[in-house]
Nanobody, 119 residues
């Protein structure tokens, strides 16, 4: 069973930066991709950024040019560098790992880390 542990959330002023990190508890094979999602109070969880095993990257339009996702395949870690943060970025951020397993996709989730951007 893979566990994902996130770190790096916190309180920051508008315009500030934070770096989120996510580490898998064990070595993982057949990774399809990693992703960061977020959920603000009263809203649905949304995809913030994801990176496939081939290196293809996708961002939520509202975070393009402000956030950068990266992975370290040797360490099975995922990062999200967030810059020029805005109050609307306030949410719980979740790490996601998608793994190919016996012809299907198995997804793992972290416990979430709170990001609060003060105006």
């Amino acid at each position: 069973q893979v566990q994902l542990v996130e770190s790096g959330g916190g309180l920051v002023e508008s315009g500030g930066s934070l770096r989120l990190s996510c580490a898998a508890s064990t070595s993982v094979n057949s990774i399809r991709g990693w992703g960061w999602y977020r959920q603000a109070p009263g809203k649905q969880r949304e995809l913030v950024a994801r990176i496939s095993s081939t290196g293809s990257i996708e961002y939520l339009d509202s975070v393009k040019d402000r956030f950068a996702i990266s992975t370290d395949t040797a360490k099975n870690t995922l990062d999200l560098q967030m810059s020029s943060l805005k109050p609307e970025d306030t949410a719980v951020y979740y790490c996601n790992l998608a793994v190919r397993l016996m012809g299907s996709i198995r997804e793992y989730w972290g416990q979430g880390t709170q990001v609060t951007v003060a105006s």
